[in-house]
């Protein structure tokens, strides 16, 4: 998968470790992949969910989270289609948004996960 990089992105790695008075709440995790980011948000104490369109990352995400100790729920589905009522307070992804066809970016933007 060209995509798997083996670990979380090394600019949530530094935000988290240097923003530890942040408030916990909710993060999204679109497009999760295996869920390296996902733990890491876990990791630093929040409540994570996260949500990628390939069963096979979803499975490998729940398994590796499990193996890791931490507590995350990972979803199958499709962020841009697929309504929710669940509220986020953080919404983090640094991947996704470069796969997304051109016309649906600004539907991806306005998605509205966020609470607030």
Do not use: Q
Not at 42 to 61: N, Q, W
Not at 79 to 95: A, G, I, P, Q
Not at 102 to 107: K, M, S, T, V
């Amino acid at each position: 998968m060209p995509w798997e990089k083996g670990e979380a992105s090394p600019g949530l790695v530094d935000f988290l470790a240097s923003h530890a008075e942040l408030a916990r709440g909710k993060v999204c995790v679109p497009g999760c992949g295996t869920g390296h980011d996902a733990r890491e948000w876990a990791r630093a104490g929040f409540t994570v969910t996260g949500y990628d369109i390939a069963p096979s990352a979803i499975a490998l995400s729940r398994e590796r989270t499990a193996a890791a100790g931490l507590t995350a729920r990972f979803e199958p589905g499709n962020f841009l289609k697929d309504e929710t009522t669940e509220r986020f307070d953080w919404v983090f992804e640094h991947t996704l948004f470069c796969a997304i066809d051109l016309a649906d970016r600004e539907d991806y933007v306005r998605r509205g996960f966020c609470a607030g």
